[in-house]
């Protein structure tokens, strides 16, 4: 008997469900999975019986806990070509979901991370269930936060775009309601009533509208932080960040505590990826998905040509020894111009993605 497929499409009346199926490793998103989401997509959008799309995941811990960065890193050191390749198909693929034409909910509990982010987070609806956690990690393994979720990063309020982005660290279904990241806070047991109501073709707003409860303002775990993290991720550089956080983390508070949390987990981050990362968000504050996504190529191709990738990967998902050896010792040995060259246009070519106007298969 041979197993499911790692992404299963099913259809159900006016309704086109894709649901993530690898869940051993998590939801893990690799190019099987991609390949499969593109083709159950291609379709779509001009299936007149077709009223909406739910994306869900058939394991109850996760719905994506990020990329398959094993898979990447392991491509990389066999084709660096194919590499690429893989990360230009994923980005596209985000761009795709977002001029993607029709209603499309997604049904989120437990960890959302990385490459999960850029499949939920250009849905038209996102229902999240009391387990969901969103995170941006990258920063831990040598990388950046990619498929184009600089982008909404870059508009939070409060720099809590930048504090995410940098840190890695994971906020609940309130804080990331209040963010507006998720559209919706409606516990699974209800999600049966979303899929056979829009099996129905029923409106999709009063029906999710309908069963939202808003979250207790308590449970959010951020809100006690805004103040804190507004005046130390505020500041125009890494180093002044971290002086900030220095600044702040002397004495017994609750945001004393905080602050050196902060800053210890801050230290173990990839330098480079840090002083990345920073520009990548105040640049994308000024693009739109598109232009963000393209910048996301060319900095991912960078990075697959440095050390601290395929060093993060081993040390936090293969060894699990948690003490990565980073190209750089602290984000002072940085140099501006190894920053400037992650930049730079790619002698390679730059991803190249359609116009909004000009995604007319997708409409």
């Not at 006016?14 to 690799?30: D, I, Q």
């Not at 660096?80 to 390749?85: F, G, M, R, W």
């Not at 550089?237 to 609750?254: H, Y």
């Not at 010792?329 to 111009?337: F, L, P, Y």
Request: with cysteine; glycine share 6%.
């Amino acid at each position: 008997m041979h197993d499911q497929p790692s992404v299963i499409m099913t259809r159900t009346g006016a309704l086109a469900e894709l649901t993530l199926n690898r869940p051993r490793a998590l939801n893990a998103l690799n190019d099987e999975m991609r390949t499969l989401i593109v083709a159950a997509l291609g379709g779509l959008p001009r299936d007149p019986d077709v009223y909406a799309l739910a994306l869900r995941s058939a394991s109850d811990r996760a719905f994506c806990a990020g990329g398959d960065v094993r898979e990447l890193v392991a491509l990389c050191g066999e084709d660096h070509a194919k590499a690429c390749a893989s990360l230009a198909f994923e980005y596209a693929m985000n761009w795709r979901l977002d001029c993607f034409s029709k209603p499309t909910v997604s049904l989120i509990d437990g960890m959302t991370m990385g490459s999960g982010v850029g499949l939920v987070l250009y849905n038209t609806h996102r229902v999240a269930g009391p387990n969901f956690a969103f995170a941006m990690p990258e920063t831990a393994i040598g990388l950046f936060p990619d498929v184009g979720a600089a982008s909404v990063l870059s508009r939070l309020p409060a720099a809590i775009g930048r504090y995410l982005a940098l840190t890695g660290r994971a906020i609940n279904r309130a804080t990331a309601y209040r963010l507006g990241l998720v559209t919706h806070c409606i516990d699974p047991d209800r999600w049966p009533q979303i899929t056979e109501a829009l099996a129905d073709a029923q409106p999709i707003d009063r029906l999710v509208d309908g069963l939202h409860a808003d979250p207790d303002p308590a449970e959010d775990d951020l809100r006690a932080r805004t103040g804190a993290i507004a005046a130390c991720f505020g500041r125009p550089t890494v180093a002044d960040i971290f002086t900030a956080l220095e600044q702040n983390a002397a004495g017994a508070s609750d945001d004393a505590r905080w602050c050196r949390g902060v800053r210890d987990d801050l230290e173990k981050r990839a330098p480079l990826s840090l002083h990345v990362t920073l520009r990548h968000l105040d640049e994308c504050a000024r693009r739109d998905l598109r232009e963000t996504l393209i910048a996301d190529y060319r900095l991912a191709v960078r990075f697959l040509e440095r050390p601290d990738l395929a060093e993060g990967v081993r040390a936090v998902l293969i060894d699990k020894d948690n003490e990565p050896r980073w190209q750089h010792a602290s984000i002072r040995d940085v140099e501006g111009v190894e920053v400037e060259a992650m930049f730079a246009p790619l002698v390679s070519g730059e991803l190249d993605l359609p116009a909004r106007r000009d995604m007319q298969d997708l409409r």
